[in-house]
């Protein structure tokens, strides 16, 4: 069993910037995130092999978000930079000790308790 405690969130004006961490109980192949705004599914963020060296993210995120990982600490950290209103969501951590479709909700086996981000206009 591995368990994630998020920290971070919050809310901000549009254009600002909030971060994130998750610290896991223990390592995992892979940490990422996945959000879910109010009427809507589950929306894969992105996420980070503990290799580190090839970070994935969703469409609406790239260029403004940025994930980074301490393995030392199991730790993952999400730098959410120009957010939008359309960021708004709770956001969950995730890890996986292995997956077959990284954007896969299902593919995902440890889950955070998630935090609110509100982005104001």
């Known amino acids: 069993q591995v368990e994630l405690v998020e920290s971070g969130g919050g809310l901000v004006q549009a254009g600002g910037s909030l971060g994130l961490s998750c610290a896991a109980s223990r390592r995992t192949y892979a940490m990422g995130w996945f959000r879910q705004a109010p009427g809507k599914e589950r929306e894969f963020v992105t996420v980070l092999t503990v290799t580190g060296n090839l970070p994935m993210y969703g469409d609406s995120v790239k260029g403004r978000f940025t994930i980074s990982r301490d393995n030392a600490k199991n730790t993952v950290y999400l730098q959410m930079n120009s957010l939008k209103p359309d960021d708004t969501a709770v956001y969950y951590c995730?890890?996986?000790?292995?997956?077959?479709?990284?954007?896969?909700?299902?593919?995902?086996?440890?889950w955070g308790q998630g935090t609110q981000v509100t982005v104001t206009s």
């Open positions: 995730v890890a996986a000790y292995y997956y077959r479709d990284y954007h896969s909700a299902g593919d995902y086996q440890y």
